[in-house]
């Protein structure tokens, strides 16, 4: 008889850096400091040393340094963002983060510095420094990214100002968020007793509807607790970039994302236009959904229901289940992406373990010094959950597959960083959807992929149109809770086609979702249904090769493309996709559809 596997619930910190409580630790921070400090003087020299013959070698000795201390930073920030996430109320290690980020605006007036200094060279100057030395010729496109990045910088003096400001401003809102969601706890009742649990620990997945009802309000009623600091945050968040943009050569609030990602807007604006016309299938999806499950319409708290059993697999799927079902899936598309998934897995790279006092949500993290990532999350026995472990695996690829090229080439839009996500999702639920033993458990993995798409297509195109309207409204002056509540109901009901009952809607949702207060990055939504889609398509083709090799080689070329071509560019050269025309949209909704088709199929 074969001996179970076990995997570990836990991550190992301890290997990556010294312990945020030790003095090593300390000392590494004090380090970072003087070695940006010093940096920060040697950028200021650059833009006095634009002579390719004679200056190209300070121009590589700069940047081979630059790109070691940036690596270093990464690294020191990722591991305290892990302490605090396992540990949300840990006082000291959020005093610390708030000391790492005042060390921030060393880093952006270095990237400031860069940036406009390379703004002012000529392409012709450009291209003669990069001929001179090849350390520069090889990181050429970060040169030409940092050109481009250029466009949302201020003036020298006032962008290093702003850079400093922002630590007791932008990103000190973002902080306040982190602290005031770790701390919150929702008060539920289980099996009679009133109990305490941290947002991350409360689920609507149940299959008794009571119980879902139940903890939707009982989180919304604690989420309310904060609702007028949290309106504050956002209010400062987006109030703050849109005084920035306005000293910009910019459109509108939309241009500082797309730049972000290396993406044009009609990519952007095709996909969503196309996403729009198509939602009927995915209307008639919930619709069925309602119906199976004894109601004339779905709440918001339904969406995530499992589907009445009728035979097939109990829907509770164990953590070690589910790493061997990711591991065998990820086998079937590439060795290489499975092996790397069971090392993860098996050298303590995830926290999953369920426990009260973690930070809720799930995210992977890169030390690209160590050529490691490790993954946060937490685990609770669903399909959802081993879906979530897929998506960050998804990412911890992406990171591998990039560890030996330069630090300036590793660093990939967040758009094309969902696209790896999802796609090892979308691995993961064909392989399932393959080998599915009967009728109802064709149904429950089907249900799961298309409540992905529903994700994906509605839910996050309601975040896009909501963020997108506060933008437009915050011009005007600040908003009041209330206002931001109308504002996400009435982009849900757009975004969800009007399919879910008139009292089920989630208006509360801005309160809860972190991803509007994450102040580093706007519109922290988009990434995620490009990428969802864009992986679908890239999937699909892997029927048009012989060769199932060339393929996950094929995918590799795309995942290394992703941090040195802008993004329509990555995608064309690899896989021939026009991002900007909508076939190429309606090709991976088509697939949507088909399983929708087979859901309703399987359901009458």
Request: proline residues 4%; charged residues 25%; hydrophobic residues 40%.
């Amino acid at each position: 008889m074969t001996e179970a596997i076990s995997y570990p619930l836990t991550w190992d910190l301890a290997s990556l850096y010294p312990h945020p409580d030790h003095a090593d630790f300390e000392n590494a921070l004090k380090q970072m400091k003087t070695s940006l400090e010093e940096l920060v003087t040697r950028v200021a020299e650059l833009s006095t040393s634009t002579n390719p013959e004679t200056d190209a070698s300070v121009w590589g000795d700069f940047l081979t340094d630059y790109q070691a201390a940036i690596a270093e930073l990464s690294g020191l920030f990722a591991c305290l963002e892990c302490y605090c996430s396992e540990d949300a109320n840990n006082k000291h290690y959020q005093t610390l983060m708030a000391r790492l980020a005042s060390i921030r605006p060393l880093r952006e007036n270095i990237e400031t510095q860069l940036q406009l200094t390379v703004r002012e060279l000529s392409d012709e100057v450009l291209q003669q420094f990069c001929q001179q030395d090849a350390r520069i010729q090889e990181i050429q496109f970060f040169l030409e990214d940092c050109k481009r990045n250029a466009t949302l910088r201020l003036p020298k003096e006032q962008e290093i100002l702003a850079s400093q400001l922002a630590v007791d401003g932008l990103h000190a809102w973002g902080r306040l968020y982190d602290r005031l969601s770790g701390d919150l706890k929702i008060r539920i009742m289980e099996k009679g007793e009133l109990v305490e649990r941290s947002p991350g620990q409360v689920h609507f997945d149940s299959p008794e509807r009571s119980i879902r009802e139940n903890n939707f309000f009982a989180a919304n009623k604690a989420w309310d607790t904060i609702a007028d600091s949290c309106a504050d945050a956002l209010n400062h968040l987006s109030g703050t970039r849109l005084t920035v943009y306005s000293h910009l050569p910019v459109t509108d609030h939309l241009d500082a994302p797309l730049i972000y990602n290396r993406m044009q807007r009609g990519t952007l604006d095709t996909m969503w236009s196309v996403i729009s016309k198509r939602k009927q299938k995915l209307v008639q999806f919930l619709e069925k959904k309602a119906e199976m499950l004894g109601l004339s319409q779905l709440c918001w708290y339904d969406l995530n229901a499992p589907l009445p059993l009728t035979g097939g697999e109990s829907p509770e799927i164990s953590y070690d289940r589910a790493c061997e079902l990711i591991v065998n899936s990820f086998d079937q598309f590439s060795p290489d992406l499975s092996e790397f998934a069971e090392r993860a897995l098996r050298e303590n790279w995830i926290e999953a373990e369920n426990r009260p006092g973690k930070r809720q949500g799930g995210f992977c993290t890169t030390f690209p010094v160590q050529k490691q990532s490790r993954i946060f999350m937490t685990y609770t026995d669903s399909a959802d959950s081993m879906s979530t472990l897929a998506h960050e695996l998804g990412h911890a690829y992406h990171s591998y597959v990039l560890k030996d090229v330069p630090y300036a080439l590793s660093d990939y839009p967040m758009n094309l960083a969902e696209t790896a996500s999802t796609f090892a999702e979308a691995v993961l639920g064909e392989q399932r959807l393959k080998a599915a033993k009967s009728k109802a458990e064709e149904l429950q993995i089907l249900d799961g992929m298309l409540g992905d798409a529903v994700a994906f297509m509605m839910n996050i195109h309601s975040r896009f149109l909501f963020e997108d309207r506060l933008h437009q409204e915050r011009q005007e002056g600040e908003l009041t809770p209330d206002r931001f509540s109308e504002l996400m109901q009435q982009a849900q009901k757009e975004a969800y086609a009007g399919a879910l009952d008139d009292a089920g809607w989630n208006p509360q949702f801005w309160i809860s979702k972190l991803h509007f207060y994450i102040s580093e990055l706007p519109f922290y939504n988009f990434p995620y249904t490009f990428g969802y889609l864009l992986s679908l398509g890239v999937y699909a083709l892997a029927d048009t090769f012989s060769d199932p090799s060339e393929f996950a080689a094929k995918y590799r070329e795309l995942l290394i493309a992703t941090g040195c071509q802008v993004t329509e560019e990555a995608v064309s050269n690899t896989f021939g996709y026009q991002l900007g025309e909508a076939d190429f949209w309606n090709k991976s909704i088509d697939i949507i559809d088909r399983r929708v088709d087979r859901f309703l199929e399987l359901a009458e």
